[in-house]
């Protein structure tokens, strides 16, 4: 197949899950087409089957806000036309599931059908999609979609609770590439880190307020005073320098080490032994996946799909939202003793397993196929109404 992919070319969620895949479809022989603002992160190296389209956006004095729509749609209708795209495949509905409308709309009447998947992934319906300067766009371009996929049941739950959807939603959860996220060992890392053999928890966040990192660092003050430990943090967002502030008020900088933006992350879960995540709302949480497979126990709430990913009790424990009292009562249940630590390491890359990259690909082949297939009838009808 030629597979078109639309996505944020950003660090985490979305735009590495739509990196992950495309790069997954391209091994497996499909030819696959980013179409973005900006080189994904991890589609640096060259790869075969592989190729890179990137949106330019005219600047002109007249606009305050450059129109990226309207070069985006620009850019799909070149590149579903000249590269002979069979299937267009958008993550994150805003504004990726009304643009390709938009491109759809204009190939129809140049007498061309172009099969679109949305894919939702969380915010996009949960925080920015309901806002109701978004909500009739992303309702419409939900509905108008050829096909919908959600990463979990909570997401297509979510979606159908906020909006008015006459479409079928499958659910594909996100999967984790067990190439790279796997436990390798980094001793020499640990010791830099934990000199004196503490515990190492880990969050890995866009330290946006969703995530509420403050909760971490409140978590790990109260563990550390039980079980010597450090705590590091991944990622850079809005609210890093509130967690800064909050390490200075509560005294625990000396344990605490932010580290910004990290392309190696799997290298930092090597050394973990506690994955925090204590996320108002989460579809599907894939950084917790991702420390699973590096063998990382996670507490987490147990907001939105997480449930579905963490398994209480197994794999690590959920907690209600801002519940920090449980949240450390339960690392400390998972940490203070080796034995239980191993046990709560191995249910988290078994769990981690059922996700794998391998398994959730075929899903996405099946899916585009059918819905390929159906489009057939569409195609007929529409492109002889239009002309
Ligand atoms: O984590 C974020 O806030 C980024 C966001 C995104 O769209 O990039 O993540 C969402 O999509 C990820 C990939 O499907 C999910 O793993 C995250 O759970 C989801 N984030 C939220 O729902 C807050």
Do not use: W
Not at 194 to 220: Q, T
């Amino acid at each position: 197949m030629k597979i078109g992919i639309v996505c944020y070319p950003t660090y985490g969620g979305s735009g590495v899950v739509a990196t992950e895949l495309g790069m997954g479809l391209a091994r497996r022989g499909h030819q696959v087409h980013f179409i973005t603002y900006k080189q994904p992160p991890r589609l640096s190296a060259f790869q075969e089957n592989v190729y890179y389209h990137e949106v330019n956006n005219a600047d002109y004095p007249l606009f305050e806000y450059a129109p990226y729509e309207t070069a985006l749609a620009s850019k799909l209708v070149n590149v579903v036309k000249y590269e002979e795209l069979d299937i267009l495949h958008v993550h994150y509905a805003i504004p990726h599931a009304n643009v390709a409308y938009l491109a759809k709309k204009i190939l129809l009447a140049e007498g061309r059908y172009i099969p679109v998947v949305t894919t939702l992934h969380g915010t996009d319906i949960t925080l920015v999609g309901k806002d109701a300067s978004f909500a009739p766009v992303v309702q419409f371009s939900i509905n108008k979609s050829d096909g919908v996929t959600a990463v979990s049941k909570s997401l297509k739950v979510d979606t159908l609770n906020h909006f008015n959807i006459n479409k079928d939603i499958e659910v594909i959860y996100n999967f984790i590439d067990f190439a790279r996220f796997q436990r390798s060992n980094k001793e020499h890392f640990r010791k830099a880190i934990a000199p004196d053999g503490e515990r190492i928890l880990i969050h890995v966040s866009n330290f946006r307020k969703v995530k509420r990192v403050p909760d971490v660092i409140k978590v790990f003050k109260k563990v550390n005073e039980i079980v010597p430990s450090k705590l590091i943090l991944v990622g850079d967002g809005p609210e890093r320098t509130k967690c800064e502030e909050l390490c200075r008020e509560l005294q625990v900088c000396e344990g605490v080490r932010f580290l910004g933006k990290q392309d190696a992350v799997e290298e930092l879960l090597a050394v973990a032994d506690l994955f925090i995540l204590p996320s108002s709302s989460e579809s599907f949480g894939l950084a917790a996946l991702e420390a699973m497979a590096c063998q990382v126990p996670v507490l987490s709430t147990n907001a939105g799909g997480l449930p579905e990913i963490n398994i209480h009790g197994k794999t690590g424990y959920l907690s209600d939202v801002e519940d920090i009292q449980d949240m450390a009562m339960n690392a400390i249940k998972i940490i203070s003793d080796e034995k239980t630590l191993n046990e709560f390491r191995k249910n988290a890359l078994e769990q981690a397993q059922t996700f794998d990259l391998e398994n959730i690909l075929p899903h996405y082949e099946n899916y585009y196929q059918h819905i390929i297939d159906t489009c057939v009838y569409d195609r007929v009808a529409l492109t002889s109404e239009q002309g």
